[in-house]
Each structure stands twice: as C-alpha cells, then as structure tokens.
C-alpha cells in the first residue's frame, strides 16, 4: 500500500497525530489576542497536517530513497528524484512559510526590566 492508499488503521493512527500536533500548538496560543484566533487556527489546521504528511514523506524517503532509476521508452536508465520526494519539497516550503506566519502572530515576550541582569531572565 503506497502513501496514496491508507488503510483505515493508518488513517486513524495520521488523524490521531495530527490532533497531538494541532492540540501542541493550540498551547502555544493560548493567550492569542481574539482579533487573530481564527487566523492562527486555520494555520495550525494546515501546520498539523503538513507535519505528520511530511513525517510519513520522511519515512518514504528513507525507507525508499530520494531517487530511483527510470528509463522511458528506448532510453537508457537514469536517476531521477522520486515523486515522494519533490512532493517532500513542496509541502516542506509551505510548512516552513505557515510557520513562519505562526511565529509573526506569536504574543511578543517582554525582554527583562531595565536595570537587571539579562542572564537572570534567561
């Protein structure tokens, strides 16, 4: 059964995951000014099914590696990245900008106060 084709178990066992995702970075926004919730929410959906999606790329990819040996025809055979693989790119890059937009929407931490020592803080 290929990536395409999950079986019920595997689907369960995807959503259950991605739940533990969404529900981990539910906790980072707790304190999410109203105004934004339903912005961040809608980016945590996409990040949490982006995560455990390119989690199971990665095991693709390492089980299977990240080129195979195609020949087309009369040719002779090349390598040529897999199809898990450049999906692996794709959703990575937008992983990484809905992150990104996560970050930005992230409460600003205070820095320490004025007059205190810095290592303190930390």
Do not use: W
Not at 58 to 84: K, M, T
Not at 94 to 100: A, D, E, F, L, P
């Amino acid at each position: 059964m290929g990536l395409g084709e999950l079986s019920a178990e595997a689907l369960e066992q995807r959503e259950k995951k991605i739940k533990k995702e969404k529900n981990r970075l539910i906790g980072l926004f707790k304190g999410i000014d109203e105004t934004k919730k339903k912005t961040v929410l809608g980016l945590i959906d996409r990040a949490s099914f982006l995560r455990v999606l390119l989690e199971e790329l990665e095991a693709d990819i390492n089980q299977h590696g990240a080129v195979e040996l195609f020949s087309q025809g009369d040719q002779e055979p090349y390598q040529r990245e897999r199809p898990a693989a450049k999906i692996y790119k794709s959703q990575n890059d937008s992983y990484q900008k809905i992150i990104k937009q996560l970050t930005d929407l992230l409460p600003k931490e205070e820095g320490p106060k004025k007059g205190g020592d810095p290592f303190e803080a930390f």
